[in-house]
């Protein structure tokens, strides 16, 4: 059993804990937004954490934590569960999402496209696969769930300007924005070393959680949690938009990452005060 440990900096919280253990004690229907990346169960090297489960052991895992989702998040709020399968293991998200149904109504589903070719030109990351048999995984899975299928987003504030000035007047729109859609190419922030990914193996880049959050809608009393935290890219991304987080995590190497990351975000602002305490 891991002794949760919490610490305040600026809006934020981190929360050094197992993440059932630290959602069983959040307050029902305290959380608008969850944006979280949870182990994919591929085999990843995680610092403290076994990434190969069997398939059945890890759905059961998953469905427990995302019913504690489903306890903390408010009635009409967000959950964006970013997964990806293998080739080797593609039904992996379709069979926890089956799972998941009891929990949830999948109301969106996002493509995160991380390496595109358009023509003969390739844009973003692409990561070569050394079989014969497979074509290259070049995107995961955005699962947008909520408890009804009825939550009313901001589909222009995560929205893209016309391309096409024309159809803003020929379409009666009242700005120069579209619905982005359900495509989203967000290439990975380019790094020269593993040091600068903060030795984590499942880091995403921080426009996605920003986008999934302006999605939802921003507004100044929002909450945002990632049970999954990693090295804090959720609660940086809360911090770029000036919305309140609540960030968990297992590792206390990257929750240190995370730390620090927030941290140098929060100095190109107000600096909050650094409290810290038993959970």
């Not at 398939?55 to 306890?71: F, G, N, P, Q």
């Not at 920003?210 to 049970?227: A, S, T």
């Not at 990257?254 to 929060?266: C, P, Q, S, T």
Request: include cysteine; proline fraction near 5%; aromatic fraction near 8%.
């Amino acid at each position: 059993m891991i002794r949760a440990r919490r610490e305040t900096l600026g809006m934020h919280t981190l929360i050094r804990g197992d993440c059932l253990s630290v959602m069983r004690r959040m307050p029902a229907g305290s959380v608008d937004v969850v944006v979280t990346s949870p182990p994919y169960n591929l085999g990843l090297a995680y610092r403290s954490y076994r990434d190969s489960l069997s398939e059945e052991s890890y759905l059961d895992w998953m469905e427990i934590i995302c019913s504690k989702v489903a306890r903390v998040m408010r009635d009409d709020g967000s959950f964006f569960l970013n997964i990806a399968g293998s080739s080797a293991q593609p039904w992996l998200p379709f069979e926890l999402m089956v799972r998941l149904r009891k929990l949830f109504t999948l109301q969106n589903h996002i493509s995160w496209i991380k390496s595109v070719s358009v023509g003969e030109v390739t844009h973003g990351h692409f990561k070569p696969v050394n079989s014969p048999r497979y074509v290259n995984r070049n995107h995961e899975h955005i699962f947008h769930l909520t408890k009804q299928g009825d939550v009313e987003l901001d589909r222009l504030g995560a929205g893209v300007p016309f391309t096409d000035k024309s159809n803003i007047h020929r379409r009666q729109h009242r700005e120069d924005r579209r619905c982005r859609g359900d495509t989203w190419f967000i290439p990975y922030e380019t790094v020269r070393s593993r040091s600068a990914r903060y030795s984590h193996p499942g880091t995403f880049p921080v426009a996605l959680p920003e986008r999934c959050i302006r999605l939802h809608g921003v507004h100044p009393e929002m909450m945002v949690l990632d049970p999954f935290m990693g090295t804090g890219t959720s609660l940086v991304a809360a911090e770029s938009l000036k919305v309140r987080s609540i960030g968990i995590e297992a590792d206390t190497t990257y929750v240190r990452f995370a730390r620090k990351r927030l941290r140098a975000m929060i100095m190109q602002g107000d600096t909050g005060a650094v409290t810290e305490d038993g959970a």
